[in-house]
């Protein structure tokens, strides 16, 4: 992989010491300094990331935001477990948007998996963030919370601090810490008949040095892990007291509705504002370089008042850019041939020409906008030389950050409160929330909380987009029908980078990308470049199947002969579908496999088409091997969650680009699959026992792949472009 | 001026009466479990009861419920009856029982739609199920919505 200068900035910084804050790194002095500063009386920090009080309580502290992935439970459940906590006495505490539970783990999980993550790499494009900043992260991204911070994080913790817990009642009672054992927040030694709570030893164990390698349980010793717990998040979600950034509701506070530059980059040039400033509850204008902003005592009247203005932006050099000049740009720069190396193996030209049959195929994918059902918002109050933060953010450190830089404060003197996330999908990454920074510039001009509201209408004419990209696909076949050669051609740089590689058996592969940029705003959206790529393999490797007259799932079977992971998920999920056996009249059967973020994923969709001609997907079954399943029932919302995110997708998701600008507004013009189309869904587990998998992406990217595959077995069509709401299938020629 | 009952308390408000219902709840009265998706009735995540029945409030303006009632999620377990403080509707327990939420944003809007289908029709039908709870949930929560309210159906 290409060391790029910012990746060698990171990593020679954790090289430099005290920027990768792992758990050795830390154990000097973090839990002391977390009780010297956090602590009230009685409570004790006994290492980073768990407290425990003298009722016998322990608080575990978690460094990603719970967007509803389940991560404040699954993480509290790895900490409990290790430390034998009894889990009606483990509360869940969002970490503190400090420096003292920044989350080395998550750094140190990508930098040894892939070097640094993409969702990583803007922040180091801002100037004012240093590398030690964005080192001192609590990103939630990359479906990594589990994998590295629950893994090494979380269970080390919660091991060493039950080590200390250990020791000190060993210590007090003077016998062997051999004879004695922890359960249930408590230490017992059975020869005198004693034993002591984890709440009056605390005091003593947070005076020690956690140990350097506590050890880990064996997963047949977890009392937790493995089972499905239920989510400590969800009741204050079914009574409407979950706090979310949008709920904020403080004394005095003003509202602010924000018109934002239509065309990517454009600015304001004149505003007439002469009416809305007449209007009832309207305070002031605020004019940004590219926005202008109603500041008003209700968020209504802001918005009502915002129509009003007459907003004169300056015309740019994208005025005429369209989603079809832009896939005409993509071709151009295909064809030019200029292209960058992502996997070279073999001899793949001399492959191609001595096949005896080549087909080809070019695949296309629209741009996508995230649209989490909370309306991007944040809420900034500048008092006193400092600053408070209500916002749902994928990063809290990273708000606290941005909001110090463009609000000349310390990042000390910010404070970011916890808020529940209504839907991230990688749209709120700091460095692609551009709401916060509109927030902060609009506040600083307050001395009351200011609390800035996108309409859907903003968000979804102002995301950081999944980019439209084309595909192109070669691949030969020698004499006796196996194929030989591999090559592919893309449009932009993957993240993750693997997003274009094929497991399957294949010689000599070719597969390049060409650089292509277009003007809009590019953001990670669920799984990221898998999202597009995985439709492109799996829709053209069926391809290949079908060329060579082969059943897909058996087809896959033979070019995964070495890679048994990926043929049992693949077998799990085929048995569990009933593939060639069980299919209803009307219907087909279509397969996808990926392995993305760590978990392998094979799916099935089972398909018909409907009398006005739309695709009806009735059951996607799915089996997934993520190594262990720490809480299977997590697990399973995740999967389904995943699936429907990236069926909506493949059957209706469309940003298309005209005039420079976003065309879609809101649910009718983006729509999203509902209760009536959602499939039933059946998940299987693959208990492999290899290195944990993520869970919030990896289902997400085979389901549009695994669709078109019964779509083609249904109709003899090959779609090759998405969304599957433009074609009639009910017609004999596929374009509708 | 605009008067209703909120939550079985009167209410009166110097406001607009084109003021939606959503944003008087939220903005003037400080009762926020009612939430903002899209503005224009797609998505469902502000839906309360007028009158018992389900209503998307951002399009609802308060001059339409001058007088009547009106339920937030807030008040949710008082109107069916629950008068035990923090209790919760058979409902509100289906979906912990099935563990239905994930971000949760859109949740109190599918619990409003789906208590007010679940008073008029106690058994309702796939069918029934789909051509009324049609709100969007992001996450893909549809699955154990489902199962939810059979359990509830069945019960």
């Known amino acids: 992989m290409m060391l790029t200068r910012r990746r060698l900035l990171l990593s020679t910084a954790v090289v430099g010491g005290g920027v990768l804050l792992g758990y050795a790194a830390t154990r000097p002095s973090r839990h002391r300094r977390a009780n010297d500063s956090l602590a009230a009386a009685g409570q004790h920090y006994v290492t980073s990331w768990l407290r425990i009080d003298p009722d016998n309580r322990v608080s575990v502290y978690i460094p990603h935001a719970e967007m509803g992935q389940g991560v404040h439970t699954a993480l509290a459940m790895m900490a409990a477990d290790e430390l034998d906590a009894d889990w009606e006495l483990v509360n869940v505490e969002q970490a503190p948007a400090t420096d003292l539970f920044a989350n080395g783990e998550l750094v140190k999980g990508f930098a040894t998996e892939f070097g640094l993550p993409g969702f990583l790499q803007g922040l180091v494009n801002?100037?004012?963030?240093?590398?030690?900043?964005?080192?001192?992260?609590?990103?939630?991204g990359g479906s990594s919370s589990v994998r590295f911070t629950g893994e090494h994080g979380m269970r080390t913790a919660g091991a060493a601090a039950r080590e200390m817990l250990?020791?000190?009642?060993?210590?007090?009672w003077d016998v062997p810490d051999?004879?004695?054992?922890?359960?249930?927040s408590h230490v017992h030694h059975d020869a005198s008949g004693r034993s002591a709570a984890y709440g009056d030893l605390a005091a003593d164990a947070a005076l020690l040095e956690p140990p350097a390698s506590p050890v880990l349980k064996q997963p047949s010793q977890f009392t937790l892990m493995g089972k499905p717990i239920s989510r400590r998040d969800i009741p204050a979600k079914v009574d409407g007291t979950a706090p979310y950034g949008l709920d904020a509701h403080l004394p005095g506070m003003l509202y602010a509705a924000v018109t934002t530059a239509p065309v990517f980059g454009s600015r304001v040039v004149s505003v007439d504002a002469a009416d809305a400033l007449q209007r009832r509850g309207?305070?002031?204008?605020?004019?940004?370089?590219?926005?202008v902003a109603v500041v008003a005592d209700n968020y209504w009247r802001a918005s009502e008042a915002l129509k009003r203005i007459q907003v004169v932006f300056e015309q740019t050099d994208n005025d005429n850019v369209s989603s079809e000049s832009i896939f005409a740009q993509y071709d151009r720069d295909l064809d030019s041939g200029s292209s960058k190396e992502d996997v070279e193996a073999g001899d793949t030209q001399a492959a191609m020409a001595a096949a005896v049959d080549i087909i080809e195929a070019d695949y296309r994918v629209p741009f996508l906008a995230h649209a989490a059902m909370e309306p991007m918002n944040c809420t900034v109050h500048f008092h006193d030389g400092k600053a408070e933060v209500w916002t749902g953010t994928q990063d809290f450190l990273g708000t606290r950050g941005r909001v110090a830089s463009l609000g000349d404060l310390n990042e000390e003197d910010v404070t970011v409160h916890f808020c529940y996330v209504g839907g991230g999908f990688g749209r709120r990454l700091p460095n692609t929330t551009n709401t916060i920074d509109q927030a902060t510039l609009i506040a600083k001009e307050f001395d009351v909380p200011v609390k800035t509201v996108w309409s859907r209408e903003d968000d979804m004419q102002h995301d950081y987009y999944r980019p439209a990209v084309t595909s192109r696909f070669r691949a030969g076949f020698d004499g006796a029908g196996h194929v030989t050669a591999w090559e592919n051609r893309y449009i932009g740089q993957n993240t993750p980078p693997e997003a274009a590689h094929i497991p399957y058996a294949i010689p000599n592969q070719s597969i390049r990308y060409v650089d292509s940029d277009t003007h809009i705003p590019f953001g990670a959206w669920r799984s990221v470049a898998h999202s597009q790529h995985t439709f492109f393999l799996e829709s053209f490797v069926d391809e290949l199947?079908?060329?060579?007259?082969?059943?897909?799932f058996q087809y896959r079977m033979e070019l995964l002969a070495e890679k048994p992971r990926y043929r049992k998920v693949l077998e799990v999920a085929a048995?569990?579908?009933?593939?060639?056996r069980n299919v209803a009249e009307g219907?087909?059967?279509?397969i996808a496999l990926q392995q993305s973020f760590g978990s392998i994923v094979a799916q099935i969709a089972e398909v018909s088409v409907a009398s006005n001609g739309s695709l009806r997907v009735h059951k996607v079954t799915c089996a997934i091997d993520c190594g262990r399943a720490i809480n299977p029932d997590t697990v399973a919302s995740q999967v389904e969650s995943g699936i429907i995110f990236g069926l909506t997708a493949a059957l209706y998701g469309e940003i298309t680009i005209a005039d420079g600008r976003v065309q879609q507004g809101n649910f009718p013009d983006y729509e999203m699959v509902r209760l009536s189309d959602s499939p039933e869904i059946d998940v299987h587990i693959v208990e492999s026992g290899e290195t944990l998998g993520g869970l919030g992406e990896p289902a997400t990217p085979p389901v549009a792949a695994a669709v078109g595959n019964a779509a083609y077995i249904l109709t003899g069509r090959r779609i090759r472009e998405l969304p599957f709401k433009n074609y009639d299938f009910t017609l004999p020629d596929i374009l509708a | 001026m605009a008067a209703f009952w909120l939550n079985g308390e009167q209410q009166e408000l110097d406001i607009e009466p084109e003021m939606p219902l959503l944003w008087a709840l939220r903005d003037e009265l400080g009762l926020t479990g009612t939430k903002f998706g899209?503005?224009?009735a797609a998505c469902g995540a502000c839906t309360v009861h007028v009158n018992g029945a389900a209503v998307r409030s951002c399009v609802t303006p308060v001059s339409a419920v001058e007088g009547m009632q009106v339920t937030t999620i807030e008040g949710l377990t008082q109107a069916v009856g629950t008068v035990e403080p923090g209790a919760l509707t058979d409902v509100q327990r289906a979906w912990i029982d099935q563990q239905v939420p994930q971000c949760g944003y859109c949740q109190s809007g599918l619990i409003m739609a789906v208590s007010a289908l679940l008073t008029e029709n106690p058994s309702p039908s796939d069918e029934d199920i789909d051509r009324t709870v049609t709100n969007v949930c992001r996450c893909g929560s549809y699955p154990r919505v489902r199962k939810a309210i059979r359990s509830l159906a069945s019960a």
């Open chain 1, 126 to 140: 801002v100037s004012a963030f240093k590398v030690a900043e964005v080192a001192n992260l609590q990103i939630t």
């Open chain 1, 166 to 172: 250990l020791q000190c009642a060993a210590a007090r």
């Open chain 1, 178 to 184: 051999s004879e004695c054992y922890t359960s249930l």
């Open chain 1, 282 to 291: 309207v305070h002031r204008i605020v004019q940004l370089e590219d926005a």
């Open chain 1, 545 to 552: 199947a079908h060329r060579a007259g082969m059943n897909p």
């Open chain 1, 575 to 580: 048995d569990a579908a009933g593939w060639g």
């Open chain 1, 587 to 590: 219907r087909a059967m279509g």
């Open chain 2, 38 to 40: 899209c503005g224009i």
